[in-house]
């Protein structure tokens, strides 16, 4: 078995514009020059919800609470990555569009779309973004999925149960 890696994957939005990151500045990294949720990996002894209040806050500035955040989704994914993740997707509402930090930090990009232009952008989107967001901004959550990943890290099979 691989190692796996736990991670959060936030979706900000105010009203039905969502934030994204596009992350060009870390080429080497997982899913660079794609367009992603704001997150990140869980640090030792931290759970889910709180690392998606420490990733919000560290890439954006927003200080976000239990009361702003929705759980959306749990997935694994395993295949074409060179580990496998566990990742809860979360939705969380920001009180505006004026990100704290602004709209560049050592990642890349912060990039505000409208949630019908989110997957016809232009952006190449993390893969799984395909198959989830519209689930996300339409409040079909909380999902469960088990995905898994081809050679070129796409998604090659998306089994996924909702829990509403």
């Avoid at 901004?137 to 796409?154: D, M, S, T, Y």
Wanted: proline fraction near 4%.
């Amino acid at each position: 078995m691989k190692k796996t890696i736990y991670s959060v994957t936030n979706f900000l939005h105010c009203g039905d514009d969502y934030l994204f990151i596009h992350r060009t500045k870390r080429q080497n990294k997982t899913d660079g020059n794609r367009l992603n949720g704001i997150g990140g990996k869980l640090e030792p002894g931290e759970n889910f919800l709180q690392a998606a209040i420490r990733e919000t806050a560290e890439e954006t500035g927003y200080k976000v609470t239990e009361d702003n955040i929705k759980l959306a989704g749990v997935v694994r994914m395993q295949g074409g990555y060179p580990d496998d993740w566990m990742m809860c997707f979360f939705k969380i509402s920001v009180p505006n569009k004026e990100v704290p930090f602004g709209l560049d930090n050592d990642e890349g990009e912060l990039v505000w779309l409208p949630k019908d232009k989110v997957l016809n952008s232009g952006y190449e989107l993390v893969d799984d973004l395909n198959y989830c967001f519209k689930d996300v901004a339409n409040e079909k959550i909380p999902f469960i999925v088990h995905a898994e990943i081809n050679e070129q890290e796409k998604v090659a099979d998306w089994n996924v149960s909702y829990l509403f």
